[in-house]
């Protein structure tokens, strides 16, 4: 069993839909947990982050954590064509530098 | 400009013949790694590094060695790469553990061929 799963779609959605991607995960020593959106032949960077358990919400994108039930999810909200991506979930123990991705995945918003 | 910079960008080799991989960063971080990205699998941690002449294992080390001998660089060295090497190559760098996320700042990746 992985320690991240992430299902790698493709997920497809038209202009304006809600887009919700989740990932769960093995390691409940797990406290950081971002989300990474990766562009076609471009590095991953960075786009939401939360400690621990909660919600985040930064403007069109809330990113949510359920450590009792050790899933994480990332909304986004009147999704574009400009969001089509990769997405990939992260996460990091406490202090770690170790961060362990899951596969990614991929997005399309049709216009 | 902040960056992460890697090359070359693209690289098709024959199995047996060493290479090297350059990363380099401009932000002074402490932590450094590399990653390896493949259909299905996700980004999967090869090796990093917490600082100058210290660096450690990640989960797929097999068949790759590093050094860090230089804040700022960071490389990565194929002695004898075989064609399951055949991948989309990743530096990152971190400022340090405990802030902001551990956000890692990546490059824009090496993509290797080996025949």
């Known amino acids: 069993q992985k320690e991240v799963e992430q299902d790698p779609g493709p997920l497809s959605v038209p202009e304006g839909a809600i887009v919700s991607l989740n990932c769960t995960y093995s390691?409940?020593?797990?406290?950081?947990f971002m989300w990474y959106r990766q562009y076609s032949r471009k590095g991953p960077e960075l786009l939401m982050y939360t400690y621990s358990s909660g919600n985040k919400e930064d403007g069109r994108f809330t990113a949510q954590v359920d450590k009792s039930s050790k899933y994480i999810s990332l909304f986004i909200r009147d999704s574009q064509p400009s969001d089509s991506a990769t997405y990939l979930c992260a996460m990091s123990a406490t202090g770690g530098f170790k961060t362990i991705f899951g596969a990614g995945t991929r997005l399309f918003v049709k216009a | 400009e902040a960056q992460v910079t890697q090359n070359p960008r693209y690289l098709i080799t024959v199995t047996g013949k060493k290479l090297t991989v350059t990363c380099s960063q401009n932000m002074n971080h402490e932590y450094m790694s590399w990653y390896r990205q493949d259909p299905g699998l996700g980004l999967r941690q090869i090796y990093y590094?917490?600082?100058?002449?210290?660096?450690d294992k990640g989960d797929v080390p097999e068949g790759y060695k590093v050094s860090r001998k230089e804040k700022r660089n960071f490389p990565l060295i194929l002695e004898s790469p075989s064609p399951n090497q055949t991948s989309l190559y990743f530096c990152?760098?971190?400022?340090?553990?405990?802030?902001?996320?551990?956000?890692?700042?990546f490059g824009p990746g090496t993509r290797l061929t080996v025949l």
């Open positions: 590094s917490m600082n100058v002449e210290v660096t």
């Open positions: 390691n409940s020593a797990f406290q950081y």
């Open positions: 990152a760098s971190t400022e340090r553990t405990g802030t902001r996320s551990n956000e890692q700042f």
